[in-house]
Nanobody
Framework: QVQLVESGGGLVQPGGSLRLSCAAS????????MGWYRQAPGKEREPVAT???????NYADSVKGRFTISRDSAKNTMYLQMNSLKPEDTAVYFC?????????WGQGTQVTVSS
């Protein structure tokens, strides 16, 4: 079983940057896929960025060129660097891990982009 804890959310102005972290309770080597999802008010949860064990990444079109997903296996932590933030990026961001056929989720961290 995997526990995931997100951190780094908060309030930021448009054009600003924020870095989210997701600490996993198991070795990242054991996790097939990790990723960030977000859910805005009135919308369904959507994938933002994912990374697989081999290192390949995938990004939603809306964040390409602005967000970067990465991981640190020594710390069992995944990151999402968010630059050039827009108001439409406002959402609760969730860490996800696919581990031995099961999906695990963190509790979410709020990101608000506003002047």
């Amino acid at each position: 079983q995997v526990q995931l804890v997100e951190s780094g959310g908060g309030l930021v102005q448009p054009g600003g940057s924020l870095r989210l972290s997701c600490a996993a309770s198991v070795s990242i080597f054991s996790i097939s896929t990790m990723g960030w999802y977000r859910q805005a008010p009135g919308k369904e949860r959507e994938p933002v960025a994912t990374i697989v064990r081999g290192g390949s990444t995938n990004y939603a079109d809306s964040v390409k060129g602005r967000f970067t997903i990465s991981r640190d296996s020594a710390k069992n932590t995944m990151y999402l660097q968010m630059n050039s933030l827009k108001p439409e990026d406002t959402a609760v961001y969730f860490c996800n891990a696919y581990y031995y056929t099961d999906n695990y989720w963190g509790q979410g961290t709020q990101v608000t982009v506003s002047s």
